[in-house]
C-alpha cells in the first residue's frame, strides 16, 4: 500500500538509574472502574427482563416505549473529577433510541445515540465523560422519542475521565507540526497515544526515526509529560518508509532484542508493530517478526503486543493473510491485529462502509487461522482509520465515517480502535502540509472526539 502521507523515517540495566534520576516516568496505575447494574437501579417506565443472551448480573431494564422513560443509578466517586461513563445497551430494531444523560440533574449528553446493535443478542458500549462530585452522584438515562430508550445492560463508571489502551491515536514527534499532547488530552479526554515511528539506525538498533536516541532527548521529555498527565503509550515500530527493525536484525532473536530494548526504556505495556511495504512483503521477514513477537510475550508475559498491516476493503490480501497464518502456526498468541482500511488503490460505498467490510475481512482471517470464535476474533482485532482525505484521490474518511467505524467497535467491542494521527486532526492552513492536517473541513481535534468515546 502506498502511504507517503505516513513516512517513517542495553536499557534493562539502566532502567532503575533512569527513574531514580526523574529521566523516566513510570505509567500510572489504571483507574478502578465501578459496575452498576440496571436492574439494581431506579426505573421509571421500564421492567426488568432476562429473555435475551448476553446481558450480565442478573437481566436488564426495558425501557416502555414513550418519552421520558428512565434509568436512574446511585454512583459514588472517590473525589471530585472527570469520570468515563459507559451504558452498554442492545437496540435490535434499526432505529436510533437517544437518551439524554444527565448527572445530579445536569444534562452531560444530550440525544446520545444508541444505534441499532443488529439484534437484541447483540451488545454495545456508549461511553461520555462527565465530572463527578465527591461522594454520592446520580445518573440518569432518559429517553427522548417515543420509541423509548434501549435495553440497558449495566453502567461503568471509570475515574480515569477516559478511554484507555483501546483508543490511542498516533502522534509522530519528529515532523507535521505535532501538537503538544498534554493540550490534546486536556481537550479531548484521550490518555493514551501511539508513538510513530521506530526504525533501525543503520543496525539492528532502534532509534525514532532511525536517528533520535530512546533515551534523554525530545521524544522522552514528551512521553514523561504524557505519563506526568495520567496517560500512557504505545511505541510503534515499522511505517511505510525508513529502515525497518525486521530488515536489519538477521535473526529473529536478534529482532527480539530490539524489541526488548524498547520495552526496557519506557516500561511499556504495549508495543505496535506496524509491519508495511519492504518489510511486509518478504515472507524471510514476517517470519522473523512473528518469531521475534514469540520471543518478546515470552519473556513479557505482561506486554502486549500489536500487529497492523494494511487491508483491502473485503479484509487482509494474501499476503496478509499469509502473515496471520504464520502467527498462529507459530503458536505466536498476538494479542490484536489491526487493519489499517484505507488507501484500498478502489473501493466502493462509503469509507465507514468499506472499513467495516475490510475489519469483518479480517474477523474471518483470525476465525479461520487460529480457529477463533466470532467473539474471541473481535476481541484480538482491530481498527487504525485515517482522519480526512488519505494518499488516494477517491478516500475521503469523514466524520460520519468515523462515527460508523465507532459504531461497529462499540457493537463487537474489538480490542483497538485508533487513527492516523493527531497530528493532522485539523483543519489546513497555511503553513500546514499534508502530513500536519486533514484536508476536510472540521474543528480541531473533532474526529479524536468521536474515537474517544469508546472504552473497549
Known amino acids: 500500500m502506498k502511504r507517503s502521507r505516513r513516512r517513517r523515517r542495553t536499557w534493562l540495566a539502566g532502567l532503575t538509574a533512569l527513574v531514580a534520576a526523574g529521566l523516566l516516568s513510570v505509567p500510572p496505575a489504571s483507574a478502578a472502574t465501578t459496575r452498576y447494574e440496571a436492574e439494581n437501579a431506579t426505573i421509571s417506565q421500564g421492567v426488568v427482563e432476562s429473555n435475551h443472551l448476553g446481558f450480565t ?30 451504558i452498554r445497551y442492545s437496540n435490535g430494531t434499526t432505529t436510533n433510541r437517544p ?27 456508549r461511553s461520555i465523560t462527565a465530572s463527578l462530585n465527591a461522594g454520592s452522584n446520580t445518573v440518569r438515562a432518559t429517553a427522548t422519542t417515543v420509541n423509548g430508550g434501549p435495553n440497558v445492560d449495566k453502567l461503568t463508571v471509570g475515574g480515569s475521565g477516559g478511554p484507555g489502551m483501546a483508543v490511542a491515536p498516533y502522534e509522530y514527534f ?15 479526554g484521550v490518555r493514551w497515544f501511539t508513538l510513530a515511528f521506530i526504525l533501525s539506525d543503520g543496525t539492528c538498533n532502534p532509534a525514532w526515526d532511525g ?58 505495556k504495549a ?17 522473523r517478526v512473528v518469531d521475534a513477537l514469540k520471543i518478546v510475550k515470552t519473556n513479557n508475559p505482561g506486554v502486549k503486543t500489536v500487529i497492523t498491516l494494511g487491508t483491502t476493503p473485503t479484509g487482509p490480501d494474501a499476503t496478509g493473510r499469509d502473515l496471520i497464518n504464520r502467527g498462529a502456526a507459530s503458536g505466536l498468541n498476538n494479542d490484536v491485529w489491526t487493519v489499517m482500511p484505507f488507501d484500498f488503490g478502489g473501493h466502493t460505498g462509503t469509507m465507514g462502509q468499506a472499513s467495516v467490510s475490510a475489519a469483518e475481512g479480517l474477523k474471518s482471517a483470525l476465525k479461520t487461522a487460529y480457529g477463533y470464535s466470532d467473539s474471541v476474533a473481535y476481541s484480538r482485532m482491530g481498527i487504525s482509520s485515517m482522519n480526512g482525505k488519505t494518499d488516494e484521490p477517491d478516500e475521503t474518511v469523514t466524520t460520519t465515517d468515523f462515527q460508523t467505524i465507532l459504531g461497529y467497535a462499540q457493537q463487537h467491542q474489538i480490542a483497538r480502535l485508533t487513527f492516523w494521527s493527531v497530528n493532522r486532526d485539523r483543519q489546513c492552513a497555511a503553513g500546514l502540509d499534508a502530513d500536519s492536517c486533514s484536508g476536510v473541513s472540521q474543528s480541531q481535534y473533532e474526529y479524536t472526539k468521536i474515537f474517544v468515546q469508546y472504552t473497549g
Open 57 to 86: 448480573g442478573t437481566g436488564f431494564v426495558n425501557y416502555d416505549n414513550l418519552v421520558g422513560s428512565y434509568v436512574e443509578w446511585t454512583v459514588t466517586a472517590a473525589a471530585a473529577g472527570s469520570a468515563s461513563l459507559a
Open 99 to 125: 437518551m439524554d444523560v444527565t448527572v445530579n440533574g445536569a444534562l452531560v449528553g444530550n440525544d446520545v445515540a444508541f444505534t441499532s446493535t443488529t439484534n437484541w443478542d447483540t451488545w454495545a458500549t
Open 174 to 188: 519528529g515532523w507535521g507540526s505535532p501538537p503538544n499532547p498534554t493540550d490534546v488530552m486536556a481537550a479531548t
Open 211 to 268: 536517528s533520535r536516541p530512546l533515551t534523554g532527548g525530545t521524544d522522552q521529555s514528551e512521553i514523561n509529560s504524557i505519563r506526568s498527565a495520567g496517560g500512557d503509550i504505545v511505541v510503534s515500530a515499522g511505517g511505510w518508509s525508513g529502515n525497518k527493525l525486521g530488515e536489519f536484525c538477521s535473526s529473529a532473536s536478534a529482532l527480539a532484542g530490539a524489541y526488548q530494548k524498547l520495552i526496557n526504556a519506557y516500561g511499556l
Open 271 to 287: 508495543l505496535d508493530i506496524d509491519i508495511e511495504n519492504t518489510e511486509f512483503g518478504s515472507s524471510t521477514v514476517r517470519q
